[in-house]
């Protein structure tokens, strides 16, 4: 089993990032607002920190994991995480920071990856998948 990090694309990267760093703001501008420049206190400080532990969980949480039976794309809550058996995934296609997931049952899923691409690829080689990179043809 290997493990790799990546985050959602498009509209729920925006979502997740735009919500904790408005977070973080407000906390920031409650403590201007409550104590200025003088003193710490602790509501807008334990505030930011929740925000701030809500990024590490988005991190930490969401996992792409290559199983010799199954591709496991996780999730933030357990619940919701995907399971993809290694013969409902049609193709993957990779460029520089992106990966597409073609599948039967979800259609097409597009991540941005986290770390390097090589391992990637090596991993995703011995369990049957071919992917396929930009500007490389199948004919």
């Not at 933030?76 to 520089?96: D, M, S």
Request: some cysteine.
């Amino acid at each position: 089993m290997h493990t790799y990090r990546y985050q959602p694309t498009g509209v729920d990267c925006a979502i997740f990032w735009g919500l904790i760093l408005a977070g973080i703001g407000t906390g920031v501008i409650f403590q201007m607002e409550i104590g200025a420049y003088d003193y710490l206190y602790w509501p807008p400080m334990a505030f930011v920190a929740a925000m701030v532990i809500a990024g590490i969980i988005q991190v930490w949480r969401l996992q792409l994991v290559i199983d010799q039976d199954q591709v496991i794309i996780r999730r933030i809550f357990p619940g919701n995480n995907i399971q993809l058996p290694i013969n409902t995934i049609i193709g993957v296609y990779a460029n520089k920071y992106s990966l597409i997931l073609d599948t039967r049952s979800y259609g097409k899923i597009k991540l941005v990856r986290i770390g390097h691409l090589h391992s990637l690829l090596a991993d995703l080689s011995t369990v049957g998948i071919h992917v396929t990179q930009k500007g490389e043809t199948n004919v």
